[in-house]
């Protein structure tokens, strides 16, 4: 990841909306007229924008890490094992050898512990039972647990998360610069994954910050998200990033248009609620929230 936090800094001195070329050399003076130190919040002790925008934990990374510093962090499976999304329903089998999981997110589906994969067969985030990850013992030891917060927060409108998607927005960055292969605005979308549904990650933060842009879990079309009046710096409920298109040079630097981000939570299917950041453009407005 280039410049992780340039993405967010730019936008101070851009209309929403609009276009931009940042140069190399405009680097320095954007992030030096802009750029604000991390601060402790209320879900974490490294946060921007929001005291709700945070990182996972202050140090080590978004993944549960394994035994060799020098892996990709990916922990090996047992294929044949169900894949859930946020409400538990079956959502495919995996076929995987191998997934990367995100450092502190733990749910009990079925009876079975479970543990979020960042990817999985079906083309998306989702839930695996323990049982599936070869050196279980060592990964219960580091998984942790974390959980995004939201006691005292005025609730705002009810939300759905659509069963449709901006293709303008997909492929767009939401990183300057990215050289990566997701950090696409398509991560926070519901796509259509290979079960033929669409779904949508709930993120612990927003991307663009340097932060993650962490899924912690990932829910169907229809699902009901209700937003909450979160404070962040700028004083509106949301924090808006800009989108990246390539520019002459074929690199992530040109501004295309930005995209918001909302607070509030789901309750599963389970009954278990789930707080954290969704895409605007991932929801429609609806009603029904519990």
């Not at 209320?42 to 080590?60: A, D, F, H, M």
């Not at 995004?148 to 759905?160: F, Q, R, V």
Request: charged share 15%; with cysteine.
């Amino acid at each position: 990841m280039k410049n992780p936090v340039l993405g967010v800094l730019a936008l101070v001195s851009v209309a929403c909306g609009g276009e931009m070329s940042v140069g190399d050399e405009a680097v320095p003076d954007a992030v030096g007229s802009t750029g604000q130190a991390a601060f402790s919040g209320v879900n974490g002790t490294v946060c921007e924008e929001s005291p709700y925008n945070c990182k996972l934990r202050p140090s080590g990374g978004n993944r549960v890490l394994t035994n060799d510093p020098d892996d990709d962090d990916s922990w090996e499976l047992y294929t044949g094992v169900p894949i859930r999304d946020g409400n538990g329903t079956v959502v495919g089998t995996s076929t995987r050898t191998s997934s990367t999981f995100n450092h502190g997110q733990t749910r009990t589906f079925a009876g079975e512990l479970h543990a979020f994969a960042v990817s999985t067969s079906n083309s998306s985030a989702g839930w695996m039972p323990m049982s599936a990850i070869k050196g279980r013992t060592s990964f219960e030891a580091k998984v942790g647990h974390v959980s995004a917060l939201g006691s005292g927060l005025a609730k705002m409108a009810c939300y759905a998360v659509r069963n449709s998607h901006d293709t303008t927005l997909e492929f767009k960055k939401v990183v300057y610069d990215s050289d990566a292969v997701h950090e696409r605005a398509g991560d926070y979308l519901p796509l259509v994954r290979a079960n033929g549904l669409r779904s949508a990650n709930l993120t612990f933060n927003v991307p663009g910050f340097g932060l993650g842009g962490v899924a912690v879990d990932h829910f169907p079309a229809g699902t009901k998200f209700q937003r909450l009046d979160v404070p962040t710096n700028s004083g509106a409920p949301s924090i808006d990033i800009p989108l990246w298109v390539q520019d002459s040079a074929g690199r992530y630097r040109q501004q295309s248009g930005t995209m918001k981000f909302i607070y509030g939570y789901v309750i599963a299917a389970t009954g278990t609620p789930r707080n954290g950041w969704m895409a605007y453009d991932a929801l429609q407005v609806s009603s029904g929230c519990p």
